[in-house]
Each structure stands twice: as C-alpha cells, then as structure tokens.
C-alpha cells in the first residue's frame, strides 16, 4: 500500500500540469485591476505596455510578509548591478491603506501598484500564488523570461536578467 501511495505522489510530482511556464499573461491577468500610488486605477496590461521594451523585475509582495522584507537588499543589490531594469512591485496586502504605508517604509525604488483583486484574483490565479515575495522576469518583447522564483537572492533571476 505504500508504495502504490509513493508511486501516485511522484506521478503527480512529475507529471504536474502546474509545472508549464506561460510566457505570456493570461487576458484575465492583463485586465486585472491594480491601484496606483496617487489613487488611479490601471490594468496590468496598461503597466507592462508602459514599460515595453525594458527589461521588467516583478514582485508580488506584502507588507505582513517577513520574507519579502528579508529580500529587499538583495533587490536593492539587483537594483544598481542592472540599472536599466524597470521594478515594478504589486502588492497583495489587505488594503491600500497598509499598503502605502509599507512603500513609504521600505522606501523601495520602482514602481508600485496594489492589485486590487487580491490574493486569489485573476493575477494570483496566473501566477498560481501560493507562497510570497514571488519574483518573475519580463523581457524586452514582453515575454515572460523567469515565471517563478522565491527568493530574491535565486541564481535564475540574475540568469534571466542578463
């Protein structure tokens, strides 16, 4: 019986349809909502068209999240090895309220937007959210390079930055 069990959890663990990487964003990831620092609503689509042609670090963050925190030097670090990459980081907090307060807290440079929908909305849902800070790359094309990484100091996302 175990090892019938043991044989099930790897054909599940090698066969895991979670483990495709999209390279483009889903149109319900696109069209989701995020909040600007100056109270303006915007699309994900708007954000990534803004800055195509550039390089994108994303990050999905919050401020409850402790490892988000411990990952902000070495996004700091990444920040003055590749000045020419655009950070963009989309909060999942609670509310915009503790949200704004955290951007001014950790005082991290880029661009900031609170995505509106949440957690469980149409950008967590692509993303397949379930641990943060989550970090993902976006090339000049608008490709996704890097679909996931967790930690900041991950050796695929100085890789995928080059």
Request: some cysteine; hydrophobic content about 45%.
């Amino acid at each position: 019986m175990k090892v019938r069990i043991l044989v099930l959890v790897l054909i599940f663990t090698v066969f895991d349809c979670s483990m495709e990487r999209p390279t483009i964003f889903s149109e319900n990831a696109l069209n989701d909502e995020l909040l600007t620092v100056d109270d303006r609503t915007i699309r994900l689509a708007e954000v990534l068209n803004e800055n195509k042609g550039k390089v994108i670090f994303l990050d999905i963050w919050a401020t409850w999240c402790r490892d988000c925190m411990v990952g902000f030097p070495e996004i700091r670090a990444l920040q003055k090895e590749f000045p020419a990459v655009d950070f963009i980081f989309l909060s999942v907090d609670k509310n915009p309220a503790a949200w704004r307060k955290g951007v001014q807290k950790y005082n991290m440079q880029g661009q900031h937007y609170f995505i509106k929908s949440g957690w469980d909305g149409p950008i967590g849902e692509f993303v397949r959210l379930n641990w943060i800070p989550r970090y993902m790359i976006i090339d000049e094309q608008g490709l996704i390079k890097l679909f996931k990484a967790t930690k900041a100091g991950d050796k695929k996302i100085k890789a995928a930055l080059l």
